[in-house]
């Protein structure tokens, strides 16, 4: 019977590593394509295929990051009119509000005959009484 040798610290560090790696590689579609690559074209045509994913995921990255500064700059510099246009906005959607709450509150009309056979004559700003039709 073999006694299993006690694992060293080095090789539990390299096991982790390599299980860390495994987990936090996704098989996504650029993955599998460099799979299938290595499979049938061989080793050298799965690392040209990840070179390639990763130089192209270089630029895209490239391009985020630097882009960003130029919509900070954007935002920087039209800060008067996007705060001017956002509180248009809000003062409209809550002008809205208002007129459902309001409308919520009055009696709901049906009809013409019953408009008419509520209508209230106004004199000086004041209801004073109902005018029968």
């Not at 459902?100 to 049906?110: E, G, S, W």
């Amino acid at each position: 019977m073999d006694i299993p040798h006690p694992i060293t610290d080095l090789e539990l560090l390299f096991r982790g590593a390599l299980a860390g790696l495994a987990i936090s590689a996704p098989v996504g579609p650029v993955n599998v394509l460099c799979i299938s690559r290595t499979l049938t074209k061989g080793r050298a045509a799965g690392v040209i295929s990840g070179l390639g994913a990763a130089t192209a995921d270089t630029v895209y990255g490239a391009i985020a990051g630097f882009s960003i500064s130029f919509v900070i700059a954007f935002l920087i510099r039209e800060e008067l009119w996007i705060r001017l246009a956002g509180g248009i906005l809000l003062a409209r959607r809550r002008a809205a509000v208002l007129r459902q709450a309001v409308r919520a509150r009055l009696p709901r009309i049906d009809s013409l005959e019953q408009a008419a056979a509520g209508a209230l004559v106004t004199r000086g700003g004041r209801a004073t009484h109902r005018r029968k039709i």
